[in-house]
């Protein structure tokens, strides 16, 4: 079964303070995609990291792809509270196939 | 361009009820998704067409739960008896399934309330 492991579950933070949001697997993803979540509405993708080792900035968030393509970090930097909401990571384990969700990191950012 | 559109917005029915939702994807978009997200969770993955062939419907509860996608457009999905534990968002998606990396485009989802 593959199983996406994302950690912490909850996250409550001040504005300003740094996070850092993981997902693990112990399988390989042929990429994998960040999504985030507001009340009431669908995921909407942050970004996608393919190469291992890759890293991606948008903005004050900072995206690391594992070298064995099995783990994936969110950093965000100076949190604000506009950055509130569900973070998910999914992993796609055959190019092309299906896109696997962890459970979320629910993020507060209190002003 | 236009967004993926689901309705109903919200759905409350009682156990044992059946109930269907709609989905109209991104034009254009060959690959369609329904998923099951329940309150605090992430995603799960009920069905994925390619076109209107099924790609994957492992986890799909195929005793009460079916979907089509009528022309490789527009897809339903129903749920015939409802059972308490089926309360929830369901999602659906869209990609153009042209491969690796390939984003998914998200509606605003369908809450169902079953009691």
């Known amino acids: 079964t593959q199983l996406l492991e994302q950690s912490p579950q909850f996250l409550s933070i001040q504005e300003g303070e740094n996070l850092t949001v993981y997902c693990n697997s112990s399988?390989?993803?042929?990429?994998l995609q960040w999504y985030r979540q507001e009340p009431g509405e669908g995921p909407v993708l942050l970004v996608t990291?393919?190469?291992?080792?890759e890293v991606k900035k948008l903005k004050r968030l900072t995206f690391q792809f594992g070298d064995a393509r099995k783990d994936s970090s969110l950093h965000i930097t100076a949190a604000q509270p506009g950055d509130t909401g569900l973070y998910l990571c999914?992993?796609?384990?055959?190019?092309?196939?299906?896109?696997?969700f962890g459970q979320g990191t629910e993020l507060s950012v209190k002003p | 361009e236009a967004g993926v559109a689901q309705s109903p917005r919200y759905k409350i029915i009682e156990k044992r009820q059946s109930v269907a939702f709609w989905c109209n994807p991104i034009s254009g978009h060959a690959t369609l998704y329904w998923y099951q997200q329940i309150l605090g969770q992430g995603p799960k993955l009920l069905i994925q067409?390619?076109?209107?062939?099924?790609?994957?419907d492992s986890q799909l509860p195929k005793d009460r739960f079916s979907a089509e996608r009528l022309k490789g457009v527009d897809s339903t999905l129903k749920i015939q008896p409802a059972k308490l534990e089926d309360s929830a968002v369901y999602l659906c998606a869209s990609s153009l399934g042209v491969g690796r990396g390939d984003p998914l485009h998200f509606g605003n989802g369908t809450r169902l309330t079953v009691t």
């Open positions: 999914a992993g796609e384990y055959n190019q092309g196939g299906k896109l696997i």
């Open positions: 990291v393919v190469t291992g080792g």
């Open positions: 067409f390619q076109n209107n062939g099924v790609v994957d």
């Open positions: 399988s390989v993803f042929s990429s």
